[in-house]
């Protein structure tokens, strides 16, 4: 069952069919398929770049940078907002003699 006036698959049903996660496309399968028989290996490449004292310094930061997004995670920015305190106050009855004690029963009855 579809909602009326959209087509498709209806809510809730799982995907079937089609590409499966993770499958390159053709262009991206193909380029791939291209600098293999090349022989070249750009991560190689980048790295010996960057090792290269020749090269400079600004070059080889930004190639370390890319080098290092294969190696380890982008870290997600970090929210720094500082919350409102709330404040929450509490009434203590000390004194037994209080006049809001007009709806307690009477010890002395």
Same mark, same amino acid.
């Given at each position: 069952?579809?909602?009326?006036?959209? /087509? %498709?698959?209806?809510? %809730?049903?799982?995907?079937? %069919? &089609?590409? #499966?996660?993770?499958?390159?496309?053709?262009?991206?399968?193909?380029?791939?398929? +291209?600098?293999?028989?090349? &022989?070249? =290996?750009?991560?190689? /490449?980048?790295? &010996?770049?960057?090792?290269? $004292?020749? *090269?400079?310094? $600004?070059?080889?930061?930004?190639?370390?940078?890319?080098?290092? #997004?294969?190696?380890?995670?982008?870290?997600?920015?970090?929210?720094?907002?500082? $919350? +409102?305190?709330?404040?929450?106050?509490?009434?203590?009855?000390? =004194?037994?003699?209080?006049?809001? =004690?007009? *709806? #307690?029963? =009477?010890? /002395?009855?």
């Amino acid at each position: 069952m579809t909602i009326t006036g959209y /087509g %498709g698959r209806p809510i %809730g049903l799982p995907k079937t %069919g &089609g590409r #499966q996660k993770g499958t390159p496309n053709r262009a991206t399968l193909t380029a791939a398929e +291209k600098i293999e028989a090349l &022989g070249c =290996d750009p991560l190689a /490449g980048m790295a &010996g770049l960057a090792m290269n $004292e020749k *090269n400079p310094p $600004e070059l080889r930061a930004r190639l370390f940078i890319e080098l290092a #997004q294969y190696i380890y995670p982008k870290r997600k920015a970090v929210d720094t907002a500082v $919350e +409102k305190a709330s404040v929450t106050n509490f009434i203590t009855k000390l =004194d037994p003699g209080s006049s809001d =004690d007009s *709806n #307690q029963p =009477d010890p /002395g009855a």
